[in-house]
């Protein structure tokens, strides 16, 4: 028995949803170093070089020397910048990936918040990912960080929108917004082999929604410097950085939670079935950041125009149309 048996059951449950909550932070806080290493590392293979090799056996201790070199960097601030704003909107990146993972099934009975609205908190907190871009571009005062801003703001909403109706396809096949149940749901048969159009819409969207390669338009070094955080160095700089990795894990886990069966996958031996799911559930999220940071190094950016046209033109009628037949198809199947 421990002393949290004698709360009572209100207390227990907000102490088990806080021993959850800090341990996504701890953990996610815990990997981050191990994807900036994997970035550099994929990236030197693709271009033949070796990377960082010198810090550590295979250069593994080279994030923690950039965290040392960051932290003692000179703090700078714009004299003209918002204060309050300007030093918000780096702290708003962290948020949206934690409130995320909240949601996510990592394995068989292993979730923060099973809630019956779970894709509706995702949508929300991916909604809310672009205030602090465009935060930052504007309490900067700086005309290329407001320009990164307004090109946020602008690609943002358009690749939303094909992201929101790819998971209303797989809504629509399920039946639910928990998702739990859109995990049970794709047992035997993943919906990235049944909704294979929702799957690459929304793996081209979530691209955009991440301002990751080659829908960096935000950053765009060759034409706007830096971007949204120009202005930001030492620490700040380093939480813009970490954030942005922690969205790419956050959405990498809801796309293997929406398309790849999440935590489900053949038993493997010796080892209990929640060890198993939760070992499923982190590979296939190591694949989808391992397909980030290969198509960062291999495709050039696109220009702005061709970014908005691709979006509005081509990405949301085919979303659009996959909506449709996907619930012509669950309406004939429920009533045949």
């Given at each position: 028995m421990t002393f949290i048996d004698g709360l009572p059951p209100l207390a227990q449950h907000w102490v088990w949803t806080?021993?959850?909550?800090?341990?996504?932070?701890?953990?996610?806080?815990?990997?981050?170093p191990i994807v900036i290493w994997a970035e550099r590392k994929v990236a030197a293979h693709i271009q033949f070089r070796p990377g960082p090799?010198?810090?550590?056996?295979?250069?593994?201790?080279?994030?923690?020397?950039?965290?040392?070199?960051?932290?003692?960097?000179?703090?700078?601030?714009?004299?003209?910048?918002?204060?309050?704003?300007?030093?918000m909107a780096p702290l708003i990146s962290f948020i949206p990936a934690?409130?995320?993972?909240?949601?996510?099934?990592?394995?068989?009975?292993?979730?923060?918040?099973?809630?019956?609205?779970?894709?509706l908190i995702f949508l929300a907190m991916s909604s809310l990912a672009v205030y602090s871009i465009v935060l930052a571009g504007w309490s900067?005062?700086?005309?290329?960080?407001?320009?990164?801003?307004l090109r946020s703001s602008a690609q943002m909403i358009s690749y939303e929108l094909s992201l929101g109706l790819a998971v209303v396809a797989i809504v629509l096949s399920t039946g639910s917004l928990s998702t739990v149940k859109i995990v049970e749901a794709q047992q035997p048969f993943w919906y990235m082999l049944t909704q294979p159009v929702a799957f690459l819409v929304f793996v081209v969207a979530m691209l955009a929604e991440t301002n990751r390669a080659p829908f960096d338009l935000?950053?765009?070094?060759?034409?706007?410097?830096?971007g949204y955080h120009l202005e930001y160095s030492s620490m700040k700089f380093a939480i813009f950085f970490m954030g942005e990795y922690m969205n790419m894990m956050a959405i990498s886990a809801?796309?293997?939670?929406?398309?790849?069966?999440?935590?489900?996958?053949?038993?493997?031996?010796?080892?209990?079935?929640?060890?198993?799911?939760?070992?499923?559930?982190?590979?296939k999220v190591s694949a989808i950041m391992f397909f980030f940071l290969w198509v960062r190094w291999t495709f050039p950016r696109l220009r702005y125009d061709q970014l908005m046209a691709f979006g509005w033109k081509f990405l949301l009628p085919?979303?659009?149309?996959?909506?449709?037949?996907?619930?012509?198809?669950?309406?004939?199947w429920m009533h045949r």
């Open positions: 806080s021993i959850k909550m800090l341990s996504i932070v701890g953990g996610m806080l815990g990997v981050l090799n010198r810090v550590g056996p295979f250069g593994l201790i080279q994030p923690a020397a950039d965290v040392l070199k960051l932290f003692f960097k000179e703090d700078i601030m714009p004299a003209e910048a918002h204060r309050v704003l300007y030093l934690f409130v995320t993972f909240s949601v996510v099934p990592v394995g068989p009975a292993t979730i923060v918040a099973d809630l019956n609205v779970g894709i900067s005062n700086n005309k290329y960080s407001l320009m990164g801003a935000p950053e765009a070094e060759a034409e706007l410097i830096a809801i796309c293997t939670t929406l398309f790849l069966g999440g935590w489900g996958g053949p038993q493997l031996p010796f080892l209990p079935m929640a060890v198993t799911g939760i070992l499923w559930f982190f590979l085919v979303s659009l149309a996959n909506v449709m037949v996907t619930a012509l198809v669950r309406y004939w």
